[in-house]
Structures are given as C-alpha cells and as structure tokens.
C-alpha cells in the first residue's frame, strides 16, 4: 500500500487547513484508514479514522468538533479538514491503515502509513 499525504503548512491559530491522502495498492484485509499525528517529544496519537465498510467516522477527543474525516472512493483520496487550529495541534500528520479498532481512537493500531506532512499553528 502506498499512501502520501500533502496540504500541511504554517497557518495562525483559528485557521483552517485540509490534509490529503493519496492512497493506493490496498488489499482487503484492514479495518479502515485514518490519520495519526506526531508532535517532538510527545507520542503518536490517534486523530481519526473512517470505517472501509460503511464509513462510520472516529475522533479523537482533543479534536472533535474542529476537525472531520471524509473519502472519496474515486479519486482515492482521504481528507482531513481541519478548522480552528490551535496551537497543539502543531505536529507531524500521517494518513494511514487501520488494521485495529475496537471504537476508541486511543487505542487504534494502525498498519502502514506515509511519509507524513508537518502542520504548525502559531499563536
């Protein structure tokens, strides 16, 4: 599978930005696909994820409310469109597989995933 995101940048805090995810080579065997971001000195954390089968949607409690996960199937292509950015949300953004939910997006394993794209909210 090969995923490659684009869209991060530097934008003030109460901007908005949209991630995007261009995906291909997927085998069946995965729950969905999400993202998950990466700040210096801090642990991956678990952003969003949409289900493969019905496209249940997933967020993470830190963003819920400011950000949202959509696809589309035929361009292949998962977004994150972020709005009213602060700045903790600085951090490294990777789209990836999911191999693993169990309905809490803390605890979500995710399988492959890009090479990443950097977001920065200044205040």
């Known amino acids: 599978v090969q995923l490659v995101e684009s869209g991060g940048g530097l934008v003030q805090a109460g901007g908005s930005l949209r991630l995007s995810c261009a995906a291909s080579g997927f085998t069946r065997d995965y729950y969905g696909i999400g993202w998950f971001r990466q700040a210096p000195g801090k642990e991956r954390e678990g952003v969003s994820c949409?289900?493969?089968?019905?496209?249940?949607?997933y967020y993470a409690d830190s963003v819920k409310g400011r950000i949202t996960i959509t696809r589309d199937n035929a361009k292949k292509t998962l977004y994150l469109q972020m709005n009213s950015l602060k700045p903790e949300d600085t951090a490294v953004y990777y789209c990836?597989?999911?191999?693993?939910?169990?309905?809490?997006?803390?605890?979500?394993?995710?399988?492959?995933w890009g090479q990443g794209t950097q977001v920065n909210v200044s205040s």
């Open positions: 990836a597989t999911v191999t693993f939910f169990s309905g809490n997006i803390a605890t979500v394993v995710f399988g492959s």
């Open positions: 949409i289900s493969r089968r019905d496209g249940s949607t």
